[in-house]
Nanobody, 121 residues
């Protein structure tokens, strides 16, 4: 079972986008969910994580105070609200699940197709 990220697009610097993450054939119940991103020529990096009950979240320093992670348990959907976007935020964004509260990509699974976010200067 894989997760599907959506909502990417082209936006000017300073603009906003909200990404969504949904699963097919499974529920997120009991899992923490995370967002990662991969810029061209770079390794995939951690962006944010939220626990299954939404009581705890954590962000990479590069997005702190600009991005907000949230989830709707009833819809089994997770979101990443991105504001004040910068050209360096340009990347393919992926969502994945983890049983740990972790920023380590090795602790995640359920990777699916990501969604491309392009921020123009």
């Amino acid at each position: 079972v894989q997760l599907q990220a959506s909502g990417g697009g082209l936006v000017k610097a300073g603009g906003s986008l909200t990404l969504s993450c949904a699963a097919s054939g499974r529920t997120f119940s009991g899992y923490a969910l995370g967002w990662f991103r991969q810029a061209p020529g770079k390794e995939r990096e951690f962006v944010a994580i939220i626990t299954w009950d939404s009581n705890r979240s954590y962000y990479a320093n590069s997005v702190k105070a600009r991005f907000t992670i949230s989830r709707e348990r009833a819809k089994d959907t997770m979101y990443l609200q991105m504001t004040n976007l910068k050209p360096e935020d340009t990347a393919v964004y992926y969502c994945a699940t983890t049983q740990l509260f972790s920023t380590d990509i090795a602790d995640y699974d359920g990777w699916g197709q990501g969604t491309l976010v392009t921020v123009s200067s």
